[in-house]
C-alpha cells in the first residue's frame, strides 16, 4: 500500500521553510526520499534507517519515526532550485532485519519557490 | 561516470506488438529495479531485483516480464503491449541499502 505523502502541493517564496510528510501503514525498515525536476528522473536525497534517525543534506534534513511509522522531510530557508517533486519511497522486508529492494512511493508533493 | 541508461528513451507502438526497453548500469550495483510513473499516481514499482537470477514482483507487474541474467543488466519485456501501458518508465540501481540511480526514463505510448 502506498505510503500518503502531505501536503500534495507547497508554494513558498525564497528563504522560507517548509514540512513534507510520509506515512505508512505498514512498519517500516526504511524510508527513501527523491526529488524529481519536471522532465527529469528522480534523484536521490537521502536514506534514513533507524528509529528516530535524523539525516542532513545542506538545508534539508529528515527524521524517520519508526514507531509512527512516519517521515518528514525538512526544506530550510528554501532556494528556487528546490523546486520539483518529492516523493518518499519506504520499505517494509518481513523480516524486517534486512531490506530487499521493494520500495513503494507516495504519490509525491510538489514544491514551487517563487522569488 | 557512474549512470543507469535506458533505451530507447522514446517510443510509439501499437497493441500486442511486443517490446523490450534496455537497462544498464555501470557500477556494480546488486539493487535494480523498474517503475512505471503516471500522472497523479507517483512512481510504481513494477519488478525489482535483489541479484542475478533474483527477481520479484513490485506493486503493479501485471503484462510485464524481466530478467537478470548479468548483474549489469534488466530489460523490461512487454509480450503483449496495450493502451494502459502507456506510461513513462524508469530503471533503477543501487546497491543494497543505498542510494539510488535513476535512469533517464523511457516514454512509451501504445496505440
Known amino acids: 500500500q502506498q505510503p500518503v505523502q502531505s501536503p500534495q502541493a507547497v508554494i513558498l517564496r525564497e528563504g522560507e521553510d517548509a514540512v513534507i510528510n510520509c506515512s505508512s501503514s505498514?512498519?517500516?525498515?526504511?524510508v527513501h526520499w527523491y526529488r524529481q525536476k519536471h522532465g527529469e528522473a528522480p534523484v536521490f536525497l537521502m536514506i534514513l534507517l533507524k528509529g528516530g534517525e535524523q539525516k542532513g543534506h545542506e538545508k534539508i534534513s529528515a527524521s524517520f519515526n519508526e514507531k509512527k511509522q512516519q517521515s518528514s522531510l525538512y526544506l530550510t530557508a528554501s532556494q528556487l532550485s528546490y523546486s520539483g517533486t518529492y516523493f518518499c519511497?519506504?520499505?517494509?522486508?518481513?523480516?524486517?532485519?534486512?531490506?530487499?529492494?521493494?520500495?513503494?512511493f507516495g504519490q509525491g508533493t510538489t514544491l514551487q519557490v517563487k522569488p | 561516470e557512474a549512470q543507469v541508461t535506458q533505451n530507447p528513451r522514446y517510443l510509439i507502438t501499437v497493441t500486442g506488438k511486443k517490446l523490450t526497453v534496455t537497462c544498464s548500469q555501470n557500477m556494480n550495483h546488486e539493487y535494480m529495479s523498474w517503475y512505471r510513473q503516471d500522472p497523479g499516481l507517483g512512481l510504481r514499482q513494477i519488478y525489482y531485483s535483489m541479484n542475478v537470477e533474483v527477481t520479484d514482483k513490485g506493486d503493479v507487474p501485471e503484462g510485464y516480464k524481466v530478467s537478470r541474467k548479468e548483474k549489469r543488466n534488466f530489460p523490461l519485456i512487454l509480450e503483449s503491449p496495450s493502451p494502459n501501458q502507456t506510461s513513462l518508465y524508469f530503471c533503477?540501481?543501487?546497491?543494497?541499502?543505498?542510494?539510488?540511480?535513476f535512469g533517464p526514463g523511457t516514454r512509451l505510448t501504445v496505440l
Open positions: 519511497g519506504t520499505e517494509s522486508p518481513p523480516r524486517k532485519t534486512s531490506n530487499t529492494g521493494k520500495l513503494i
Open positions: 505498514k512498519a517500516l525498515y526504511s
Open positions: 533503477a540501481s543501487s546497491l543494497r541499502g543505498g542510494r539510488g540511480y
